[in-house]
């Protein structure tokens, strides 16, 4: 730079923060056609002359992440005979609604299971100390008392998953692109992350195993790990079929769970005929829901 070369007692002054030398090689002089020394010309600012700088912006994606991948393997009347886990989403979207809360508890009786963690969860948003939206709060209390208080729904310990699996798994939920709204604490991810560990140590012992949740994060990490995994306009397709709730009863359900929780666009179904059950004529019968939910659900993928 200008610098280096000055010999000394060379006047110098400063360019840029760099110290360059006056005269000859750091000033330039011209002449008129008369032969007239011209007033002499400040050196040019070149880009060359910047510090370099280091890449700040990072280079794209190279392949679009998936938002959501809820199963299209399990039909809409679900495998009754499946145990099933349902996330923080499932059991405050249930709360939200009354009487959504003994159709929930009879359809999945005796095979309903959450996470110590989600408990935990459920917990912390019915806690009033908690800040958190009023209508979360109350959901989430009536889901306390009701599904875990009550006893209706199993609360799994952290002792009946591998702890490294967990790791791995909440890992991966926290590497998940985030929604600018949606808010980063330390506790984030931990109920979905022991969930799907559960689901995936039931799963080896050879249990038939759906994960219940609205995030739709969680549910490209479930598929992952081959975990079948289904949201909450899922579930009201599955209590339709079974005869607990007419279509537009369950549409209501699902409109007040989301001032709760959020299904992701594309997934969510957006009218009560969506969620109708095709049963047969003879009303008993609706195994024609089976090949219709896969087919929609292969369709969105
Ligand atoms: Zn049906």
């Not at 280096?4 to 760099?18: E, N, S, Y």
């Not at 939200?96 to 999945?108: D, G, K, L, T, V």
């Not at 559960?198 to 490209?220: K, M, P, W, Y």
Request: charged share 20%; hydrophobic share 40%; net charge positive.
């Amino acid at each position: 730079m200008c610098g280096d070369g000055a010999l000394p007692g060379t006047p110098t002054r400063r360019l840029l923060g760099v110290e360059c030398p006056v005269g000859r090689r750091g000033r330039r002089q011209r002449s008129n056609r008369r032969g007239r020394v011209m007033a002499a010309e400040p050196p040019r600012i070149s880009p060359n002359m910047m510090p370099r700088r280091t890449r700040s912006i990072p280079p794209a994606a190279s392949t679009p992440q998936r938002r959501h991948a809820f199963s299209p393997l399990v039909p809409q009347r679900g495998w009754p005979n499946s145990i099933v886990y349902a996330d923080t989403g499932i059991l405050v979207s249930v709360g939200r609604n009354r009487s959504c809360i003994p159709r929930f508890e009879a359809h999945y009786a005796g095979r309903l299971r959450i996470a110590e963690s989600v408990a935990m969860e459920i917990e912390r948003n019915a806690d009033p100390a908690t800040p958190v939206d009023g209508r979360l709060r109350t959901a989430a209390a009536l889901a306390k008392t009701t599904l875990i208080d009550g006893g209706s729904c199993a609360v799994d310990s952290d002792d009946n998953y591998d702890s490294r699996t967990f790791d791995e798994v909440h890992a991966k939920l926290k590497n998940l692109p985030r929604r600018s709204d949606e808010p980063n604490h330390p506790l984030a991810h931990l109920g979905e992350a022991a969930s799907i560990a559960l689901c995936i140590a039931r799963t080896s012992q050879g249990e038939l195993v759906v994960f219940l949740v609205n995030d739709g994060g969680a549910s490209v990490v479930a598929a992952q790990y081959g975990i079948p995994a289904r949201h909450f306009g899922q579930v009201l397709a599955e209590l339709i079929c079974s005869g607990h709730f007419t279509s537009s009863d369950a549409f209501d359900a699902l409109a007040m769970a989301t001032a709760v929780t959020g299904i992701p666009q594309g997934a969510v179904p957006m009218s009560a005929s969506a969620l109708e059950c095709r049963r047969a004529a003879d009303g008993r019968s609706c195994g024609a829901c089976d090949a219709f939910a896969t087919a929609v659900a292969a369709g969105q993928e």
